[in-house]
C-alpha cells in the first residue's frame, strides 16, 4: 500500500518545540521533492518548507531560522524540526512528495492535494500562548 504517514504533532507553549516525521511505505522519495504544507482555519494552504532531492531546501519566510527539514534516506523518512513555535504556527501540517513542488499557497489543503503524487492525512499542531 502506498502512503505517506506523518507524526509528531502535539500541543506546545509558544517558544517550545515539535519535531514532524514523514514516513513513505510502498514507494521512496527517489527523484522527488518531498515538503510540509499546513493550514490554519480561515487560511489558505501554504508550503512551509521542502527539501530536493540533491538536498536544496526551501522555507517560507515566516519559518526561515526556526525550522528545518532534514531527510533520512534509510528510513524513508524526512523530518520537520520546529523550534521556537507561535501560536500563529497553529495548523494542520501535511507531508506531501511530489516531483516538484512549487506551488507556495493554495485554497484549501485537504481538496487540492489531488495535485500531488502523495499526500498524508495531517498531524495537528497546537501552540498555545
Known amino acids: 500500500q502506498v502512503s505517506l504517514s506523518e507524526s509528531g504533532g502535539g500541543s506546545v507553549q509558544a517558544g517550545g518545540s515539535l519535531r514532524l516525521s514523514c514516513t513513505a511505505s510502498?514507494?521512496?522519495?527517489?527523484?522527488?521533492?518531498v515538503g510540509w504544507y499546513r493550514q490554519a482555519p480561515g487560511n489558505k494552504c501554504e508550503l512551509v518548507s521542502r527539501?530536493?532531492?540533491?538536498?536544496?531546501?526551501f522555507y517560507a519566510d515566516s519559518m526561515k531560522g526556526r525550522f528545518t527539514i532534514s531527510q533520512d534516506s534509510a528510513k524513508n523518512t524526512v523530518y520537520l524540526q520546529m523550534h521556537s513555535l507561535k501560536p500563529d504556527d497553529t495548523a494542520v501540517y501535511y507531508c506531501?512528495?511530489?516531483?516538484?513542488?512549487?506551488?507556495?499557497?493554495?485554497?484549501?489543503?485537504?481538496?487540492?492535494?489531488?495535485?500531488?503524487?502523495?499526500w498524508g492525512q495531517g498531524t495537528q499542531v497546537t501552540v498555545s500562548s
Open positions: 527539501i530536493r532531492n540533491g538536498g536544496s531546501e
Open positions: 506531501t512528495a511530489h516531483e516538484r513542488l512549487s506551488l507556495l499557497r493554495f485554497s484549501d489543503c485537504d481538496s487540492g492535494s489531488w495535485r500531488f503524487s502523495h
Open positions: 510502498g514507494f521512496t522519495f527517489t527523484d522527488s521533492d
